[in-house]
């Protein structure tokens, strides 16, 4: 438990940092109209391809003893592989409606 309040104590900064940056981007969200709603999460969704490359390089400058590590990456690549393919999905599902029907 110490262990856990001498890393709050260290990292204070950047502990209110994440807290801050949740609290801008909840009201960022919710002023968007929700026509443009799905549009603006497909791309952003696009953008995690940048968390997979990142999860990618952390995983292979990991110590291959660090179970922990290796268990947080391979969720990382898993989950931010999932993200790109729905907001392709997603994207792909909203062209098809703009469609000439035969």
Same mark, same amino acid.
Do not use: C, Q, W
């Given at each position: 438990? +110490? ?7 260290? #990292?204070? +900064?950047?502990?209110? %940092? =994440?807290?801050?940056?949740? %609290?801008?981007?909840? +009201? =960022? ?7 443009? #709603? ?9 953008? #995690?391809? =940048? @968390?997979? @490359? ?5 995983? !292979? #400058?990991v ?10 990456? %391979?969720?990382?690549? !898993?989950?931010g592989?999932?993200? @790109?393919?729905?907001?392709? @999905?997603v994207?792909?599902?909203?062209? +098809? ?6």
């Amino acid at each position: 438990m +110490e262990t856990i309040l001498n890393f709050f104590n260290d #990292h204070l +900064e950047i502990i209110y %940092f =994440v807290v801050l940056s949740i %609290f801008v981007g909840v +009201e =960022v969200i919710g002023g968007v109209p929700t026509v443009l #709603h799905t549009p603006l999460m497909s791309g952003a969704n696009a953008i #995690h391809g =940048v @968390v997979i @490359v990142g999860a990618i390089h952390v995983m !292979l #400058h990991v110590d291959p003893s660090n179970t922990l590590a290796l268990i947080l990456g %391979f969720l990382a690549v !898993l989950l931010g592989t999932l993200n @790109v393919v729905g907001g392709f @999905v997603v994207t792909d599902r909203m062209l +098809e409606m703009f469609k000439k029907k035969k």
